[in-house]
């Protein structure tokens, strides 16, 4: 007979593409081994090196000659092409063309998992260009896919934050990791009115308007330049309504310890590390996806509906051998303690919106034909008479 009181042997992961270790942070959480990570950004480097110091680190998937033995192969290839933020060059464009290495090396490699990580766009990008590539590659590999959109406050996170996770075996069934917990949306009600996130880079087409939450983290914005979004706290007293947080404090959105980044700071300038953060994978979602991994669930096919081929990506969705099938699966597979964003970001300590950035975005704002609330116009408004008399009294 099995001896039952062993415990499973963990999983072991090579994580391809690594930033500054999301992923791996959330399986090591789950119990899971990293014996590799990849990863070509100076910046990432150091802080893979100080908070993976036993983990080999090669620096370029290009020149990297075969996977390691691992059951777990991780990749968030860059999204630079297919992110609303960057250029959205496509799938073969020069950063997210990456991902063709990772098949390359797929070909001679035999792990148990494959687990990919990208933004929300790959799904529409072209008409879903990125995804079908993706998918029709791993089928010609022989392996059986699924993927679902999630967001990351599902882990309790005050982020809205989309991703496309793809999970893809040649021996398991991939539903078992991604479809075998569904929770549902929180209702609105459960959000606080406290404070609202928002772009302020934007204001022409879109707001990233948030309740009790910050939109995404990204590594750039509307205006290229990688930075914070802002946040309106209602009643606050003169200068501290329109306030953005603190790298510390983005850190700890995406689910990292504060000062996550810090090593960052011996090879680069500190605003890098807002890039960093923005650019990685939220770290409870990684370790839902790390628990399900080595305890896969049932999953109910209720639901599931051949999906055509040329047909638009729904939010989740499987396949092999050239069928696909829709998956009535939310956004949310589990619900964790909910952290409201003032819990979080300091308001009374972070750094008020500039006056150059508030004007510019106020003005963006009236001009556009996006719907918004009087009250934050307002706000903004008396923002920016309190920073100029700030500076005149300077």
Known sequence: MPNLDVAPRPLTVAGLFAGIGGVELGLQAAGMQTKLLCEWWEPAQAVLKHRFPNVALHDDIQTLQALPD??????????????????????????SGMVKHLLELLEDASPRWVVIENVRNMLALDRGTAMEYLVSEFERLGYTWAYRLVDSRFTGVPQRRHRVILVASRTEDPRSVLFADEAQERPESDYREDAFGFYWTEGNTGLGWAQDALPTLKGGSGLGIPSSPALWVCNAEPGRAIVTPRIEDAEELQGFPRGWTQAALEVARPGVRWKLVGNAVTVGVSTWLG?????????????????????????????????RWSVPASLWPEKHPYRNLLDVVDASNAAPLSLRATTGFHTRLLKSRLRYREEFSQALKEHSEYMAGSISAA
């Open 291 to 323: 628990n399900r991994l080595q305890n896969p669930g049932h999953v109910d096919e209720t639901g599931q509906l051949i999906l055509p081929k040329g047909m638009k990506w729904p939010t989740a969705a499987w396949g092999n051998s050239g069928e």
């Open 70 to 95: 691992v059951d777990v192969v991780t990749a968030g290839f860059p999204c630079t092409d297919l992110s609303q933020a960057g250029r959205t060059a496509g799938i073969h464009g020069k950063a």
